[in-house]
């Protein structure tokens, strides 16, 4: 889709780009992420030829740049930068609709467009077209400055650090409109940030800059589990450790050192650990301490009195699952399953812990706050 060739620049004896070669992907969200003055504005705007390199080639959907008229390329891609630049004169549905304007798209065509684009981030036509910049929040103005940018439905969108003038709260509503948008549309983006957290929330690849220089590109977790330098780890700092939702099992959530019983122990003596313990099952293993199931003290009561040891009343039909599963779908099971813990195994079926709900709540407690 994108794709920079052996790309170079320098302003005098300074140089600003270095040999830069990548290709993103067509509907691929990448972001630019490097210190300051590492040249992500610089490559940015050279996709729409805002600056042109000393050397090397850059192509669109494999046509060398150069051979497009600027103008004509320019109204094909959408451009957002971080001082908004709403034209002050002109209402949202106005200024929305300014490259399909300029494309001679017909009043009804504009109107169906800014229409669809308003509502799609929340903003209902009948109340923000006809209004002018002015009335609006920064972080409304800089929704209308997105859709302004996709009107024209460009197959590729840049985006220069547009939230970084934002409060924490709106900049977050705002990525996942972009996100959201970006998935929908199916759009190409390439998107600049300094901000670690956003690069991570946002990219399907994230291309890291340093002196002109790409020192790594590479899909989010590929860059947190194997970071290429020591600066990007920097960079990376409070995140690397953090590990993502998506990566906890069942091992993180559960309870270890739990009480457990062969099968061939006496009734008497089972009731009272249960009683010591305050407990009203337990989990029964055999002599390789591997899961048997569990016995209950309702169980207990009902038939104690004709038997001697556990086993016979040993119930498989607690749920279980292993160490390394998804903690979300442990999550949900313990939910839907309505028992009150699940047995977790090991690779060999031993009892490794169990997962109560109590443990499930202190494990996401300290994956949010510590
Ligand atoms: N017109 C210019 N003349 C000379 N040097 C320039 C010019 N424009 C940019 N530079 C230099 O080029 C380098 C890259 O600038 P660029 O704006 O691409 O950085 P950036 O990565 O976007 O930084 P930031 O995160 O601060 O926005 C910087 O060292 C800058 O000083
Ligand atoms: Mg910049």
Redesign the pocket.
Known sequence: MLRFEHVSLS?GS?K?LDDLSFEIQEGQMAVLI?P????????LKMINRLIEPDQGKIYLNGEDITAKDKVDLRRHIGYVIQQIGLFPNMTVAQNICVVPTLLKYSKEECDRIARSLLEMVGLPYEQYAHKYPSEMSGGQQQRIGILRALAASPPIVLMD?PFSALDPMTRRSLQQEVRSLQQKLNKTFVF?T?DMEEALDLADVIIFMDRGKIVQMAPPEEMLSHPASGQIQDFLGKFIHAQSPKELTAADFMRTGVLTVAAGRGINECVSKMQRRNVDTLIVVDDQGRYQGTVSIADIRLTGHVVKTIEPLVRCSNPTVQAGDNAKDCFDLLISSGASYLVVLDDEGKVDGIITKTSMASAMAEQLWG
């Open positions: 302003y300074q600003i490097g300051s003055g590492c040249g992500k504005t610089t490559t650090e600049v300094h």
